[in-house]
């Protein structure tokens, strides 16, 4: 499907000699004129080499990293060709043997001309880091690989389907844009302004395009994988910025609305095929598909430049809707250790029979998260008392949410001891929960997202890097779920509503609450339209409801009892006796 390079002709005479190369050792080797050139001509005759097997990636991510890994190279030599290279990286730690840019490369594999190469190079690595384990994610298509005898009860390979856009020509993708729905998402974008999509070349544009790209990137992957990769790693930017600056792998466009950031993408060039990398969209434009639309603008974009693919990479469902190909990929787990590869071959016959019962590997991998979490924030000698805690609470509780309401008409000044950010998207990255019932930073951020696709606004005050308060407005609010007792309401036309302020224990009795309420008071005022702000809190919570009550009028409150099995619901109204329970 997609041009590889030349067919290989394996060298199966003359003497296979291997050698390896760490440390200092390896980036010297790299250094020289001659193994650089036999590098390149290795990469160009491998059929299945990528853009991460070749001298710019490495090069650049070997130096860009190098106060975390030291560089490990397997060279195979037949004579004086280099027909063998395994372009590997260990941590400072020694826990850790991967491929040459880790995550950062969307396939990982070795070059090779010679099929004796990757076998004898396992057995050197075996020697070298006894016990550990390698795993290439993702195998690249096409891959020829038949484990020797010794090392086939410890290579372990899954086939993955690696999804594919076709554009050039990009039919397919002029067939999406005239869809309906997909022309009406155009539409409602150009009705908020003018709609523009570049291509980002300067290299100071580009630094200051990853800055507004970075929070949009985080927020979504800690949503949705629990991970923040540039928030955790601070030698991800200056990675990218460098591979920018020193090579002209990276593709950068960009899609905006009056100026305003909807969705951008970076992607990596990898011979006649853009792979996606880092693929950014603001949670304001979620409704309209900002990523997808970008896409397709992207496909045509690569149509007029004579690129013939986007590989989505493996890994993600929805990229398989954007999908016009597929191509058979994998992911390849080399075990070093007997007694490891026993074990893992246990854990994937669980994980097998879990997908045969339905379960999503995805939804085993949350839930083991979820356990790690909680064992993370609890002392053996806490278990049984946390969990007596956590049964009295579903057994046996109740909770009354109080609605004050404030006519905006009304002057209200509240003092303002700090400042306090409105939809600044990097502090949510900075949450770690403070309390036993708060939710997990997925949880949380999961929930972030959807309140922000739903037009909602954070309020916000980060202190020594941590989320110290938090707090949220929505815009012209007609029905409004209230979680906490699992009831909703419908509000009057022209209301706004904040909710869920929460202040961290040691910042509270400084005004912090005050502040935010007074910000989200003084932006309720500027929406058109809208007569009253309504304030939802816990009657548990006096603090804030002192604060709300020299402010706001007492409106009505939610309530929900739970004895044992059965649950109780009601709301009451100020000045009116309450309706009759709800019982469930």
């Not at 590098?39 to 097997?53: K, M, N």
């Amino acid at each position: 499907m997609r041009a590889q390079g030349n067919e290989m002709t394996p060298t199966t005479t003359g003497v296979l000699r291997l050698e390896t190369h760490r440390g200092d050792s390896a980036l010297d080797m790299i250094a020289r004129s001659e193994f650089r050139d036999a590098w390149r001509a290795l990469h160009g005759a491998c059929p299945w080499s990528t853009v991460f097997q070749d001298l710019p990636f490495s090069d650049i991510w070997y130096r860009c990293y190098r106060e975390r890994f030291a560089p490990v190279i397997v060279t195979g030599w037949t004579e004086r060709t280099l027909t063998g290279l395994f372009l590997l990286a260990v941590s400072h730690d020694g826990a850790t043997l991967c491929h040459v840019g880790t995550h950062h490369a969307e396939y990982q594999v070795w070059l090779s001309t010679d099929d004796r190469f990757v076998g004898a190079a396992l057995d050197l690595l075996a020697d070298e880091f006894p016990g550990r384990k390698l795993q290439l994610l993702f195998v690249p298509p096409g891959v020829a690989f038949t484990p020797p005898d010794r090392w086939r009860s410890r290579c372990f390979r899954r086939q993955i389907r690696a999804p594919l856009l076709k554009t050039n020509p990009a039919d397919t993708v002029r067939q999406s844009i005239r869809h309906p729905t997909t022309r009406n998402k155009f539409n409602r974008l150009a009705r908020e302004g003018k709609v523009t999509f570049e291509r980002v070349i300067d290299d100071e544009a580009f630094a200051t395009l990853l800055d507004e790209i970075i929070p949009l990137y985080d927020l979504r992957h800690g949503a949705v994988h629990d991970v923040m990769p540039f928030h955790q790693d601070d030698l991800k930017k200056p990675f990218h910025l460098a591979l920018k600056r020193e090579t002209d792998l990276l593709h950068v466009t960009v899609m905006r609305v009056d100026g305003r950031l909807i969705a951008a993408h970076v992607g990596i060039r990898s011979r006649n095929t853009i792979l996606m990398s880092v693929s950014a969209q603001s949670p304001r434009y979620g409704a309209e598909s900002a990523g997808k639309l970008m896409f397709l603008k992207l496909a045509l974009q690569l149509e007029q430049e004579g690129v013939d693919w986007i590989d989505l990479t493996p890994g993600g469902a929805f990229k398989g809707s954007r999908a016009s190909d597929f191509e058979e990929a994998g992911t390849l787990t080399i075990l070093f250790s007997v007694t490891a590869a026993r074990r893992y071959r246990d854990q994937r016959r669980l994980i097998d029979t879990a997908k045969r019962l339905g379960v999503s590997t995805d939804y085993v991998k949350s839930a083991v998260r979820a356990v790690r979490h909680t064992l993370r924030h609890l002392r053996p000698a806490d278990l049984p008392l946390s969990a007596l805690r956590r049964l009295k609470r579903a057994a046996w509780g109740g909770i009354e949410i109080r609605i004050y309401r404030l006519p905006l008409g009304k002057l209200v000044t509240l003092p303002e001891t700090v400042h306090i950010a409105r939809d600044r998207f990097e502090d949510l990255l900075c949450y770690a929960p403070a309390e036993r019932w708060q939710p997990t930073t997925e949880a949380f951020l999961q929930s972030a997202v959807s309140r922000l696709e739903k037009g909602g606004h954070c309020y916000t005050y980060v202190e020594d890097g941590l989320l110290v308060h938090y707090g949220w407005l929505v815009d012209r609010q007609e029905r409004m779920p209230i979680d906490d007792v699992h009831q909703s309401w419908t509000l009057p036309s022209g209301s706004a509503v904040a909710y869920d302020f929460y202040t961290h224990p040691r910042c509270r009795g400084r005004g912090i609450y005050s502040s935010s309420l007074g910000h989200v008071i003084r932006d309720a005022v500027t929406i058109p339209g809208c007569k009253r702000l309504y304030i939802g809190v816990r009657s548990d919570n006096a603090p804030s409801r002192r604060v709300i009550e020299k402010i706001a009028e007492y409106d009505r409150s939610y309530h929900e009892q739970r004895r044992l099995w059965t649950a109780r619901r009601w709301s009451t109204i100020a000045g009116e006796a309450g309706a009759e329970p709800n019982q469930s």
